[in-house]
Every structure is written in structure tokens, then in C-alpha cells.
């Protein structure tokens, strides 16, 4: 049989081991959440599983009844107020002290007066009826010195000495209480829509985002040439597109003179056998000048 130094020895082993382990556990947890989320289909996926479990969990809502202390069998109850008064009244059984069920006087109709339960003696419940899914834990002191933890649940309807008691949630729904899913399936689905709106949203956004920018880009940079013949007078500029609008003309062409030359603006036109002088006059074969 081991020691108890050696015991002591392979659980501190066993301990180092298993925080160890899940160390490891949670580096990797984290590790495999940072790759889904870095990765278009990780985060689809992920995405879809959160939508469609976020549904599942809201459509869980249902009423869950009540619980009664007197089904079947008598129980002995015993109360007790608290001294100055907290506006409750701290019913228990004598066989689970571990329960105590909780009478908030001002959820009641007829309205509770805490002094009926100053007698525990003269108590004679006939019924009381509890939620079970609403509780709260709570330390009783025993004479100054010992306490205890309780669990404690609220009474929606009890009967005492005849006069039966009840909460407005009782009366309205006297078959169980409604647990709602809904509020935490719509969180939990709208992270689910959040992470497709991310993994599909975005890159869509990107994509019209460089269109435009390569658009404006391309426009900002194209010139236009502005004449094919820079010394032909009156030469309209090219539009885009390359059509010449309406309004605007073609300069008045020159008619082709005898030898096909076309005479440029301001010159004159050659005569047959003549020739141009630098002075402007025009000079026959016989040396004679005369005037254009």
C-alpha cells in the first residue's frame, strides 16, 4: 500500500496534468475560432450554424407548470417573518429544510398581512403552488451562529385557513410559467446573420468600390485629340464618342484648280503657264507684269 506522501505525489501529477491539458484545450479552441473566422467559408459556415441554432433555441419556449407541495401527501409547513419585516414570508417543510418558499406580500391578491404568520401553530395550509424555474439562492442564520444555503422558490398561489391567495401571474396563467427563448435565439441568430453579412457583404462592397474607382480613374486620364489638320481654320473639335454635332460645320472648301493642287487660304491661284511672284503679282511669258 502507497504512502501517503507518494498519494500526495501522483495527485499533484494528475492535477499539473489536467490544467495543463486544458490550457492546451483552450489554445486550440482559440486558435480553431481565429482560423474559422479568417477563412470565407469558416465564417459561412459558422454564420449559418449560429442562424439556424439561435432558431432551434427560441422555438424551445414553452410553459412550464407549476409545482405543488401538496400533491398526494400532507406536509407540515412551518413560516417565518423577519424581524424588521422585508415584505416576505419564508415558508418551509419540516422534512427539507434545504427549500424554503418565498410569499412576496405585495404580488398577492387579497392583499398578505405578514402578522398571519406570526402563529406557526395556528397554521393550516391547503395548498401552495410554486415556480420551480424561478429561484434564488439564499443563507438562513440559525442562532446567530450556524447558517445555511437554500435554494429559494417563489410561490405564485397558496390557501390559508380557508382564504386562498394568488398572484397576478397565477390568475392569468394558472397552468405554468412561460420561458421565453426568443430574446437569447435572437441574439444568438443575429451574430449568425452578422457573420454572412461579413463573409458576403464585404467583398461585394469591394468589388463596386474598385469598379468605381477604376472608372473615374480611366475617365480623369483619357485626352481627346483636337484636330486632324491643326492648320485648317474653323476645324471643330472632336466630341466623345466621335460624332460632330449638328450645329457646327465644315469650313468652306477650295475647289480644285487645273493641275489638282489645292490652294491653301490667302494664296493665289495659279494660271496656266504663270507663276506666283513673292510680291503678289503675276508675270506673263513676255516679262510684262500686271495686276491680279
Known amino acids: 500500500m502507497p504512502d501517503t506522501s507518494t498519494q500526495g505525489a501522483i495527485v499533484a501529477i494528475v492535477v499539473i496534468l489536467a490544467i495543463l491539458g486544458l490550457i492546451f484545450l483552450r489554445r486550440l479552441l482559440i486558435h480553431f475560432f ?3 473566422l479568417a477563412n470565407h467559408a469558416g465564417r459561412t459556415a459558422l454564420g449559418v450554424l449560429l442562424c439556424i ?5 427560441g422555438l424551445t419556449s414553452n410553459v412550464v ?3 405543488s407541495l401538496f400533491q398526494g401527501s400532507d406536509v407540515a409547513l412551518t413560516a417565518h ?6 415584505g416576505n414570508v419564508y415558508i418551509e417543510t419540516v422534512d427539507n429544510l434545504a427549500a424554503v418558499y418565498i410569499i412576496h406580500d405585495a ?5 398578505v398581512d405578514a402578522s398571519m404568520f406570526q402563529n406557526s401553530f395556528s397554521l393550516n395550509f391547503n395548498s401552495l403552488v410554486y415556480d420551480s424555474t424561478n429561484t434564488q439562492q439564499m443563507t438562513e442564520q440559525f442562532l446567530g451562529s450556524f447558517a445555511s444555503d437554500d435554494t429559494g422558490y417563489t410561490v405564485k398561489q397558496f390557501s390559508l385557513n380557508g382564504t386562498t391567495f394568488a398572484t397576478a401571474d397565477y390568475q392569468a396563467n394558472p397552468t405554468g410559467a412561460f420561458q421565453n427563448h426568443w430574446l437569447a435565439g435572437a441574439g444568438i441568430a443575429g451574430a449568425g446573420f452578422l457573420l454572412l453579412l461579413i463573409s458576403f457583404g464585404i467583398p ?8 468605381a474607382a477604376s472608372a473615374q480613374t480611366s475617365s480623369v486620364g483619357q485626352s481627346w485629340p483636337t484636330s486632324a489638320f491643326p492648320g485648317t481654320p474653323n476645324m ?5 464618342g466621335g460624332i460632330m454635332p449638328a450645329s457646327m460645320s465644315m469650313p468652306t472648301q477650295f475647289t ?8 491653301m487660304p490667302t494664296q493665289f491661284t495659279p494660271q496656266p503657264g504663270g507663276i506666283i511672284p513673292a510680291d503678289g503679282l503675276k508675270q506673263d511669258v513676255n516679262g510684262r507684269d500686271e495686276q491680279r
Open 34 to 36: 481565429i482560423y474559422l
Open 53 to 57: 441554432g439561435g432558431l432551434i433555441f
Open 65 to 67: 407548470a407549476y409545482q
Open 81 to 86: 417573518v423577519n424581524t424588521p419585516d422585508d
Open 107 to 111: 404580488d398577492f391578491s387579497p392583499p
Open 204 to 211: 461585394w462592397l469591394s468589388k463596386r468600390w474598385e469598379t
Open 236 to 240: 471643330p473639335t472632336p466630341q466623345p
Open 256 to 263: 480644285p484648280q487645273p493641275g489638282g493642287i489645292m490652294p
